[in-house]
């Protein structure tokens, strides 16, 4: 075979490339063509009927939504009925009776309005919901995780004997796996005997304190969020750290000769020099958030009251434990849609950045 | 007031905050394996107490006793070692080959292969779980009945749906790439003189001067291998190709003694602290480097 003057021979190059291609192709790419593929049909893992093609089946039944408002019950004199609660409403069987464009649709998230009910109704309440909570979930993570970390690898920049050591200790539950962090902090945060409650009725001397964590649906996204950022938090200090390291020190040594204290120090050289690292960090965090999956699994399997599913646990849900792959992947096709606009987002603030 | 002393007043609240941050993170993981030489009567008394952290009398090592004779964790542990393994060697390799054709070698398209993976950087696994689970579930695997041929439909129970899945990556293509191209190519060309191919320069010069990377790439395989998670409990049902979190996970579900779950995921815990604690600054580097990405 001859070989084009300046290039590698083809053989030569397959050689080294061709392993990892075929097992990207083969185990990346493949994947996501199958589950664009799978979202217009009805595949299941292992099913006795044959696959059919089902259209837009899968992203009616998944992103189906009405929004509908309800009147509150009204006695014989037309006065709204009261009780202990506010308001009392029809039940959701007795509006769907009424309104037959209904069939097949349920409450995903209601809100009231005045003197009636605005309920958003959707053939897969739960999608919503678990979609909710995820963006929930990393609006809660976001500030508690990149805080967390940007103070850390302020205090660890410091010169200061024995900051190695910090740093190793604030690393040490980024290698811990999610499953163990997830199963030690189970422990911790039990109601009547976990560590957390006891510190809290100690601090404030109330020996009823303290939540019920995992238990409560109003508690239960909030105490992922807490473990999933002592988790995460030295990954992203490292990242911030060598943000910190490449900026220079004369930007310093101008701003305190010009008077700088500190804090203007750190609001007008260390902040402008973490641009970049700083959208990193939210975008890569963020990423994370949005695969929120383990420590629900582990910690409450969705629940309680389906306060913490997540869409990737809706997809497992799905996809795997109900073996429907179609609709799995249709769940799968509309994350990776967000992903997308999330990676994208990055890019556009960080060209941004670089106008600038 | 001398300057010295002045310098260490002024870093004092820093100092605390920085023994603060360090109780509140190293105290999770030393409460799970304080707890798991306890006995289980003795986990809760005096919780908030350091006293609860120091080895007394009580302690002894009957829950690790007891987890290893009643439950499947040696052999969970033997697959996870093998999986870990394989994935680190298997990865290393494949993924540091790709990085030298693409930084060293001249060939049409390398532009967009490299754009494609800096793209499927940012894919997070989740998305391609189900639509994989779907795929390995049509593949065949080879074996050997009655002295012939077979090949059986579905890669599920088996430790290969475990590694080579997860062989190339996209994150250990680009650190290998990015460590290549500023390798010096007086080296390459010294090789040339002397009559090596690509192969011979790429086993005798390019890889013998890698380590620092070889290292990062390890331990990144490393970590992920060991602390799979979702992918095992879709693909392994049995106990046969179990690996260790999904067997913690479902020890944890099973059993109702804290000490002998907390001196489990102690026994899971420690390879990969071990890792971490030894090849710390590479670590470091590493985690590092990626920020660069951005």
Redesign the interface.
């Known amino acids: 075979m001859k070989t084009i003057l300046g290039r590698d021979h083809p053989l030569a190059v397959s050689g080294f490339a061709g392993p990892a291609l075929i097992l990207f192709g083969l185990f990346v790419l493949l994947p996501l063509l199958l589950a664009a593929a799978a979202t217009f049909t009805n595949h299941r893992l292992v099913s006795p009927e044959p696959t059919r093609y089902v259209g837009f089946d899968n992203y009616t039944r998944l992103l189906a939504l009405q929004v509908t408002t309800v009147a509150p019950l009204r006695d014989a004199t037309g006065e709204v009925q009261r009780d202990d609660e506010g308001l009392r409403y029809p039940t959701w069987r007795q509006v769907r009776q009424a309104r037959p464009e209904l069939a097949g649709y349920r409450p995903a998230w209601q809100f009231e309005l005045g003197e009636r009910r605005v309920v958003l109704a959707a053939t897969d309440p739960l999608f919503y919901r678990s979609l909710i909570n995820t963006f929930l979930f990393a609006l809660l993570v976001l500030p508690l995780q990149c805080g967390l970390a940007l103070g850390l690898a302020l205090l660890v920049n410091q010169r200061v004997a024995g900051r190695i050591l910090f740093r190793t200790v604030y690393f040490a539950p980024v290698v811990t796996s999610m499953v163990v962090a997830s199963i030690v902090w189970s422990f911790l945060l039990n109601t009547d005997r976990g560590l957390i409650n006891e510190l809290l009725r100690a601090v404030t001397g109330n020996p009823d304190a303290g939540p019920d964590w995992l238990g409560e649906s109003s508690h239960a996204l909030l105490a992922i969020a807490i473990m999933s950022a002592w988790q995460g938090a030295g990954f992203q200090m490292l990242v911030f750290l060598a943000g910190l390291q490449s900026i220079s020190s004369e930007l310093y040594e101008a701003a305190t000769l010009m008077g700088a204290n500190a804090w203007q120090r750190f609001i007008h050289v260390t902040l402008p020099g973490l641009r970049n690292t700083i959208v990193f960090v939210l975008v890569s965090t963020m990423l994370m958030a949005f695969g929120l999956f383990t420590q629900v699994d582990v910690m409450t399997s969705g629940g309680p009251l389906d306060s913490t599913t997540t869409v990737v646990y809706h997809a497992v849900r799905s996809g795997f434990r109900q073996q429907d792959i179609g609709y799995g992947s249709t769940i799968t096709v509309v994350f990776f849609g967000i992903v997308l606009l999330v990676s994208l987002l990055q890019r556009v603030l960080l060209a941004k950045g670089a106008r600038q | 007031m001398t300057r010295p002393i002045r310098h260490t007043l002024l ?1 004092l609240p ?2 605390l ?2 023994c603060a ?2 109780v ?6 030393l ?2 394996f304080a ?1 798991s030489f306890k006995h289980d009567d003795a986990i ?1 008394a005096n ?2 107490s350091w006293t609860s952290y120091v080895p007394d009398a009580g302690w002894s090592l009957a829950n690790y006793a007891a987890i290893f004779e009643r439950s499947n964790l040696p052999l969970f542990l033997l697959n996870s070692t093998i999986i870990a393994a394989l994935v680190v060697v298997g990865g290393i ?3 540091s ?2 990085a ?3 930084s060293r ?4 398209g390398r532009g967009a ?1 490299l754009a ?2 800096v793209a ?1 950087m ?14 390995v ?1 049509r593949l065949p695997w080879p074996g050997v009945e009655a002295g012939m041929l077979t090949w059986r439909m579905g890669w599920f129970n088996s430790l290969h749906v475990q590694i ?2 997860f ?2 990556n ?1 994150f250990c ?1 680009f650190l290998f790439y990015q460590f290549f191209r500023d390798i010096p190519p007086e080296l390459d060309e010294a090789a040339k003189m002397d009559g090596a ?3 011979a320069l ?1 086993f005798r010069i390019i890889l013998p001067n890698s380590g620092p990377v070889i290292a990062t790439a390890a331990i990144v395989l490393f ?1 992920a291998a ?2 799979q ?2 992918w095992p ?2 693909v392994v049902q049995g106990e046969a190709a179990r690996p260790v ?2 067997g ?2 479902q020890f ?1 579900g099973r059993s109702n003694s ?1 000490g002998q ?2 001196a489990y ?1 102690s026994v ?2 420690l390879p ?2 071990a ?3 030894v090849f ?1 600054r590479q670590f ?1 580097a590493s ?8």
């Open positions: 870093r820093m100092l905050a920085m941050l360090g509140v993170f190293a105290t999770p993981l409460f799970m707890a809760f919780l908030a390799l494949v993924n080959m790709l030298f054709s693409l070698m001249r060939w049409r292969v494609v993976v499927m940012v894919i997070p696994f989740e998305v391609i779980a189900i639509p994989l689970l779907s795929l579930a080579i899945p062989l190339a996209a293509v191919g690509p192969w790429f970590i060991w602390n998670y979702l409990i879709m979190q999904p913690i996970q944890f804290w779950i907390m995921a899971v815990t990969v602290l890792v971490f604690l710390q470091v985690v590092a480097g990626s920020g660069i990405k951005g």
